[in-house]
């Protein structure tokens, strides 16, 4: 079994390194980076989602081999976990996903975007990057920090402004599990995952903020090892 993990705005796959130290060792742990991030960092970065999209489904049909696979997304990285889910449903030249797992942003316009045009001046992309709770203490104010990842969040900003949230329009029986934390976002919201993934759609909900996960890494862990473990195969 593969796990392809797909991160947030701004992000990297090392994120994922606690979550995946209490996986399953049967479990490959496959961390994609997005071009124009870390070791791609020399890479342009994406003129729309559609262009992140087909650049991670490539990576996945690359990558999927012979084995079983799933797919873990989180923020951002949720929407495109999703997108990919359905580019694989709609080309069939994959066999379809054991478990998909969707992290901390819902099908929809998260709250604090209603009315406004997004970060279009470096200090508002550092403002709504440190209300997201992502960063070190110690990173808020360094200039050498932004001097390299202000362009990485503006970039991926810009992806998430520039979505269409009516766009997914298609539905699936994979199993899917939504994880979120109600102290960012509304449970309601979450549940909008259900339209999409019809079949089994579990919606659990942990404490902590956005980046919830870096608090619960082993219960989530146990979460992904009994769902990929129980596929049906």
């Not at 797909?6 to 606690?18: E, L």
């Not at 580019?87 to 996903?97: F, S």
């Not at 099908?107 to 508002?124: M, N």
Request: glycine share 10%.
């Amino acid at each position: 079994m593969r796990l392809f993990f797909f991160t947030f705005v701004g992000g990297s796959g090392s994120f994922f390194n606690g979550l995946a130290s209490y996986l399953s060792p049967d479990i490959e742990v496959v961390k994609l980076e997005y071009s124009g991030h870390m070791e791609r960092r020399h890479e342009p970065f994406y003129g729309d989602f559609d262009e992140l999209t087909a650049d991670m489904y490539s990576q996945v049909k690359t990558q999927a081999g012979e084995a079983h696979y799933g797919l873990f997304g989180y923020s951002m990285g949720a929407l495109a976990a999703a997108e990919v889910t359905k580019m694989i449903q709609a080309r069939g030249e994959l066999p379809p996903p054991a478990h998909v797992f969707l992290a901390s942003h819902g099908p929809c316009v998260l709250e604090e975007r209603t009315g406004a045009d997004g970060p279009d001046t470096d200090e508002t992309v550092r403002q709504w990057t440190v209300r997201f709770g992502g960063l070190p203490e110690k990173l808020v104010n360094s200039p050498t920090f932004w001097r390299v990842y202000m362009p990485i969040y503006r970039a991926d900003y810009e992806l998430i402004m520039d979505y269409d949230f009516g766009r997914l329009g298609f539905v699936t029986d994979i199993p899917a599990t939504v994880l979120f934390s109600p102290a960012d976002i509304p449970r309601g919201d979450m549940e909008k995952w259900r339209q999409v993934f019809t079949g089994r759609c579990d919606i659990l909900e942990y404490d902590g903020g956005h980046f919830f996960l870096r608090e619960h890494e082993r219960e989530v862990a146990d979460v992904v090892n009994e769902r990929l473990r129980n596929y049906d195969v």
